[in-house]
């Protein structure tokens, strides 16, 4: 079968690469003030405190203000900000075009878990829709763009694409490094102020930051050639895992590198393995706090629990609980819609609490119910059952979700898109790939 050239893959993947630093790239300019120096100068001379410190309320909502200065994204910073979907929007159209245009590259019939996620989002769809309007759904559909690329992107994953994704992937991460000294001993530490400085590049997070760069480094390790640069690969990782502080990402990259290990030792070693890496892993969530240098990391986790507590205790019924909200509740989308910053809440018709979730699975529930969070996760398993290359990615990114809502976690999103196209329609023996039913490869592959 004939392919579509690779040079517009290459185009395409390069520019998503360059919408992610675009992204964030205000929002990290503004923090080293180099861009709206005013801004940097104002947080050097009120904020710019020892750890010793003990902040006032009045000194909280001041430094609450600052930080939605420095968020805020106005004038051409907005066009920064819609890279992104517009990224999408390109990709979605090149796609049907190919599928229309070229006879060798017919249009595939989902699969069915794919086609039960698309059904159960097109129902959210249309509950959003009558409950919350147009305007909630289609910030809604930005949590659900993944599903949009998985449809359609199978003309764009072959083995090669896969590698040079890879490559992009690795000098990403490697210009992320770049910015760590200027952002850790220059700018502006929104996320340290009372626990040390952490590094979000042009991430917006450093939660995010920590994440991209371990799903990244996993995604060079599955499909770049270029093994010689693996240690490279890892190094700028670790540097950016530790830089971020983030507890999920340490986490996440001890988990997959601990599995990786499993499969490539002899059966013989891997109960010795079990037994000294659980207790390793027990003393290492012991002594968390003082790793990753933040004595409230536990916070994290009952947070995220209490905020899920709080959603399920205010459900009006059983239905609500089973099918969701529609597409938009409990996003981002929600505040950005249906919030004025300045002058408060909108007139919006609404019958469910204004929130934000901080975790994929809530994010799902408040949307599309239990029935789409089973949907999602059984959409991943599936996809990992059939593509073992793809599988340690797939854990990752379930991993990932519960600490952060992965389906708006730009360009993770995308990476997952491509990822299920690839999995779920795998491209033939003649691009190297092979369907396996195995969750992780085994030694020697």
Partial sequence: MN?????????????????????????????????EPQLHQYYMNNFSVGLGHQWTDEERKQL???????????????LLKLCKALWIGAFL??????????????????????????????????????????????????????????TVGYWAVQQKSLHFLAQCLLLFLLFQVLLVPTEIHHGV?????????????????????????VIGFIFYLQFSSYRMLAVPAFIATAILVVYSQSAAALLLLLIILSAKAYFLLAVRYRVGLLLWGGTAFILFIIMLPGIVQRPDVYDSLWGRLFTFEGYLSGLPDVQTLLFGQGLGAGTNAALNIMMNWQGGFQEVKISSKLFTADSTPLALLAQVGIVGVIAFYLLLAYAAWRDAKAAPLYLAISIASLTTIVTELFPVNVILGLLLARSLYLMPSEDGDKVSGRLLPTAGE
């Fill in 93 to 150: 159209i090149i796609s049907l075009l190919l599928l229309w245009r070229l006879p060798d590259l017919p249009v595939r019939k989902p699969p069915w878990p794919l086609a039960l996620m698309i059904t159960v989002t097109a129902i959210g769809s249309v509950v959003s829709l009558i409950q919350f309007g147009p305007a909630m759904l289609l910030g809604g559909m930005r949590f659900f763009s993944f599903l949009i690329i998985a």
């Fill in 3 to 35: 392919r579509p050239g690779t040079s517009l893959v290459r185009f395409l993947f390069i520019m998503l690469l360059l919408s992610a630093v675009l992204n964030g790239a205000a929002f990290w300019l503004k923090r080293v003030g180099w861009y």
């Fill in 64 to 78: 609450s203000d600052f930080t939605h200065n420095i968020y805020q994204s106005v004038g051409n910073e907005r």
């Fill in 189 to 213: 530490h929104l996320f340290g102020t009372y626990f040390g400085a952490r590094a979000a590049g042009t991430m917006l997070q450093p939660s995010s930051l920590g994440l991209m760069a």
